[in-house]
T-cell receptor
Framework: GENVEQHPSTLSVQEGDSAVIKCTYSDSASNYFPWYKQELGKRPQLIIDIRSNVGEKKDQRIAVTLNKTAKHFSLHITETQPEDSAVYFCAAGGYQKVTFGIGTKLQVIP | EAGVVQSPRYKIIEKKQPVAFWCNPISGHNTLYWYRQNLGQGPELLIRYENEEAVDDSQLPKDRFSAERLKGVDSTLKIQPAELGDSAVYLC????????????FGPGTRLTVT
């Protein structure tokens, strides 16, 4: 089955700086890579996803990149704000099933 | 549209007792997932339904866990008997079978086994 590794496990940045979270996956058949944000005590929510036919996708301050050859993908958050503080999960798989990473706790320091 | 509904939100039981969780997915979502999320970890899939059929239950500990999704809508997940290691948040999620992959999560049930 799919195995997803995510790092770092914790990340602290100053407000306004950028944050980068990286993930690797093992199954070359995976073609769908979503990112979920989970605020403390709340449910995970999709913030952005990318499919294997594109290498990069951007939505305002959030961008994801995918390198299928190397089997890794990354989340980039620019101009971080305190409300970006949360746990971020990457995932990899197909449209109906994904495997999640262990999460990255992002703390944005005002 | 209404979100995924789960109940109860919290449950505290003693070990060896049974417990059940209920999930109502978003209307029209054919695929339903049950995940377990341990503290500091990502969600781990327990079982996935497409309509009323369990299509992936390879990670479900079948000696003590069971699930059902009658009529392809609501679902229940049961643990009997519960063990200390079952303490976790149990998340239900749903998605469209022919959709583009986004899973919508419920608020979860936090289970504490003492």
């Amino acid at each position: 089955g799919e195995n997803v590794e995510q790092h770092p496990s914790t990340l602290s940045v100053q407000e306004g700086d950028s944050a980068v979270i990286k993930c690797t996956y093992s199954d070359s058949a995976s073609n769908y890579f979503p990112w979920y944000k989970q605020e403390l005590g709340k449910r995970p929510q999709l913030i952005i996803d990318i499919r294997s036919n594109v290498g990069e996708k951007k939505d305002q301050r959030i961008a994801v990149t995918l390198n299928k050859t190397a089997k890794h993908f990354s989340l980039h958050i620019t101009e971080t704000q305190p409300e970006d503080s949360a746990v971020y999960f990457c995932a990899a798989g197909g449209y109906q099933k994904v495997t999640f990473g262990i999460g990255t706790k992002l703390q944005v320091i005002p | 549209e209404a979100g995924v509904v789960q109940s109860p939100r919290y449950k505290i039981i003693e070990k060896k007792q049974p417990v059940a969780f209920w999930c109502n997915p978003i209307s029209g979502h054919n695929t339903l997932y049950w995940y377990r999320q341990n503290l500091g970890q990502g969600p781990e899939l327990l079982i996935r339904y497409e309509n009323e059929e369990a299509v992936d239950d390879s990670q479900l500990p079948k000696d003590r866990f069971s699930a059902e999704r009658l009529k392809g809508v609501d679902s229940t997940l049961k643990i009997q008997p519960a063990e200390l290691g079952d303490s976790a948040v149990y998340l239900c999620a749903s998605s469209r079978l022919a959709g583009e992959g986004e899973q919508y999560f419920g608020p979860g049930t936090r289970l504490t086994v003492t």
